[in-house]
């Protein structure tokens, strides 16, 4: 008789999103055994690393699967099986009695999607593929580069042979003898299985493949946009300045936002397709599905943002049909030798995705020790490091009521005892804060617009220092920062416990959004705005760039500088009085490519904080009745100036000191971006119990003292 399959679902559990199955809550830490095609090098790595998960109750698997599909609707299901029973057998035979048993999540390779014979009916006569994404630069077609190579995002195939495979698949996992024993589905497409499209060659940019030119003209024409030929706009017309950084209208520049716009509907639409195929071949017994997206953050550094795919967030959020977001954890700050250090997933989905009861996945795929790479955001220093970076990432989720799996990503990367003990000692801590309030206390919400992405031309420089870089200078600033999707935050957030909402790159309103942010200005609340906050209104054929509405938005006089200048800010201390003993300046330094417009402030009820590359204030305070604005024309503020204005807009600050907290009601962690001492200040907590060591450390008057070393990771439990 056949095992009847489990029920899993998502939901609250004491503060923190859950995964339950039959309504039991489950660990926030999965592990995820390495995706290599090597069906040998997979299976010898679990024969070393699944017993030591067994025997550490980490009983949750992703399992990264491959399918042979050798044409329409034919398929060998022998290495898949091999695979996903391999896994459970070593669970079996290693899990201790005392401890639940294991299962498996269903985690589809972007390589089960690109089937050769597909694209081999689709050659030219040269014997060359019609239907991959093709990437172009202003000297023509670039190939190489680490290109995303898939199957366009306009062809058909992704609505009709990808939803017959998978549910081909899925039919065959359900009439399987381990049917019983699956959680949830993983189905990963494209870019490193991510679903994002990326190149690396100077000035690229995509899709010129016959299917996404007549897809995109189709949408064009539903649209009312006449259009000729082939209208996927060219290299330049993407990188050209319009209204300085931002697309017009006129020339190609309506059409490069609108591309923008259909590409990455369009792939939000595939994934949703996706997953409403799982889900409906599974209505009498439901699992979780997700995907890897989001990225608007991470992928800010690459010069192809809006064109990423990654950008149709809101609509994943809104879909009843995905119950998990999940990415790597942060790259770009992982290096021993910045500043600091800190972990986030790569998206805006951070903090939105429990606002839309979704399950946020972050994973931890830092290189082990012996994993030796010239890649600074990947290389582990040392044994003590590499223990530090698993307490950083897992301390994060676990403030953050998120979930998270150790992955594998080489072959055997848990191989060593010292990493299984390592995580083994974080998952049962994890089981301990299961039982524990995971409320979030986190006072300051950092606030993405992927709209307004999209209508400015393609300059990474300038995208990461507006979104990823920007965003974590609030980090080392001694408070919990949160991460939201502009709509998710603005329609579902509790505003009630944010003391300070910042807009790093609201851009692009109307007048529904602006009566939304309208309200948050109130509650003696402070809300930041930079750059060009409220400049543009309306759609792609009708924009206007109006200074009215960005002084309204922002609660001051507003104007726009026309000389040339750097795009800079000086906070002279003879001037002004926010950090006055020191002399800070900041701003746009590259020379090659210079950033308009410059909007100045011309209000006399404001408080100047810093000066453009004139007598120009460009970086301000104003009061206001019940609330405060700040707008700094340059983004990315340096750290200390951004830990002192949270200071003073009453946000609790829990170390004097530049560095990193993560915090909820039950828990803090310090995690040290300098040597020396340290004092924890609390919220008038009495006892903290250090959840590694176990050492119970009495505070007075809510406060203590410590040393730690430059990226220690300190992980209290509050006592009461």
């Known amino acids: 008789m056949k095992s009847k399959e489990i029920v899993t679902r998502v939901g609250k559990h004491l503060g923190g999103m859950s995964m339950f199955i039959d309504n039991e809550v489950q660990p926030f830490t999965f592990f995820k055994i390495t995706e290599t095609p090597d069906s040998q090098a997979m299976l010898d790595a679990a024969e070393i690393e699944i017993p030591a998960m067994a025997k550490n109750g980490i009983n949750l698997c992703w399992v990264p699967l491959f399918l042979k599909w050798s044409g329409a609707g034919e398929y060998d299901f022998t290495d898949f099986d091999c695979r996903v029973r391999k896994v459970l057998e070593l669970y079996d035979a290693n899990t201790p009695a005392d401890m639940p048993k294991a299962y498996v999540g269903i985690r589809l390779q972007a390589a089960v999607f690109h ?88 000035g690229a940019v995509c899709d010129f493949s016959q299917p996404s030119q007549q897809a995109f003209k189709s949408y064009l024409e ?29 020339g190609e520049g309506g059409i490069v936002e609108e591309f923008s716009k259909w590409l990455n509907h369009r792939m939000a639409s595939i994934i949703l397709n996706f997953a409403g195929t799982i889900k409906a071949l599974y209505k009498d017994s439901p699992k979780i599905v997700g995907f890897f997206y989001g990225y608007s953050t991470e992928l800010s550094f690459f010069q192809n943002l809006s064109q990423s795919g990654h950008l149709g967030l809101r609509k994943i959020l809104d879909s009843d049909l995905i119950d998990f977001i999940c990415s790597p954890c942060q790259y770009r700050f992982r290096r021993d030798e910045g500043a600091f250090t800190y972990n986030m997933t790569l998206g805006p989905f951070a903090d ?66 010292y990493r299984n003990e390592i995580i083994g000692g974080l998952h049962r801590v994890g089981l301990e804060a299961l039982q524990a309030d995971r409320s979030p206390v986190g006072e300051v919400a950092v606030v993405v617009d992927e709209r307004s992405v999209q209508t400015m031309r393609l300059n990474a420089p300038f995208q990461s220092r507006l979104i990823l870089e920007s965003l974590a200078g609030f980090s080392p600033t001694g408070a919990p920062v949160e991460c939201h999707e502009l709509n998710s935050f603005l329609d579902y957030a509790d505003h009630s416990r944010y003391k300070v909402v910042v807009f790093l790159n609201l ?60 795009l800079s800010i000086w906070m002279d201390p003879d001037r002004v009085a926010l950090m006055a003993d020191e002399d800070i300046r900041f701003g746009w330094l590259n020379p090659e490519i210079p950033i308009k417009p410059i909007i100045g402030i011309s209000d006399p009820d404001a408080t100047t904080l810093g000066f453009l590359h004139t007598d120009i204030p460009g970086f301000a305070l104003k009061k206001h009745s019940g609330w405060t604005s700040i ?7 340096p750290f200390r100036v951004l830990k002192s204005m949270l200071k003073n807009a009453g946000v609790h600050l829990y170390t004097d000191s530049e560095d990193v907290i993560y915090a909820n009601r039950s828990m803090i962690a310090y995690v040290a971006c300098s040597r020396g001492d340290k004092e924890l200040i609390t919220q008038n907590a009495e006892q903290l119990e250090d959840v590694i060591s176990g050492e119970q450390i009495k505070l007075e008057n809510g406060r203590c003292r410590m040393f730690m070393k430059r990226h220690e ?4 439990r509050i006592k009461k």
Not at 162 to 185: E, M, N, T
Not at 385 to 403: I, K, L, P, T, Y
Not at 713 to 716: E, N
Request: net charge negative.
């Open 115 to 202: 089937p050769q014979w597909y694209i081999d009916e689709h050659l030219d006569a040269n014997g060359n593929p019609t239907n991959l994404i093709e990437f172009r630069n202003p000297w023509g077609r670039a190939d190489g580069g680490d290109n995303t190579t898939a199957i366009s995002p306009g062809d058909e195939f992704w609505d009709t042979h990808a939803i017959d495979c998978l549910k081909a698949i899925v039919a065959h996992v359900r009439a399987s003898d381990y049917a019983h024993r699956v959680f949830g589905w993983l189905p990963c497409a494209f870019n490193s299985n991510e679903w994002f499209i990326r190149t690396f060659m100077p």
């Open 222 to 250: 539903q649209q009312g946009i006449s259009c000729f030929g082939q209208p996927v706009p060219s290299p330049s017309a993407c990188q050209s300045p319009g209204y300085g950084e931002f697309l017009v209208a006129s």
């Open 352 to 417: 939105s995705g429990a606002y839309r009861d979704k399950l946020v996945f972050a994973e931890d795929d830092h290189f082990p020790v012996f994993a030796r790479t010239t890649n600074t955001d990947c290389s582990t220093r040392d044994k003590w490091h590499d223990e530090m970076f698993f307490r950083r990432n897992f301390a994060q989720v676990m403030a953050s009521g998120q979930q998270m799996w150790w992955y594998s990503l080489g072959a055997s990367w848990f191989k060593e005892p």
């Open 507 to 566: 851009f692009l309103t109307d007048q529904a959004i602006r009566a939304k942010v309208d309200k948050l200005k109130s509650d003696n609340r402070t809300l930041m705005f930079f750059f060009a906050p409220g400049l543009l209104e309306g759609d792609t054929r009708n924009r206007k760039f109006s200074l009215e509405t960005a002084g309204r938005l922002v609660g001051m006089n507003l104007f726009e500088v026309k000389d040339d200048m750097p």
């Open 631 to 637: 707008f700094s024309a340059v983004p990315n503020l």
């Open 713 to 716: 990771t300190r992980i209290f």
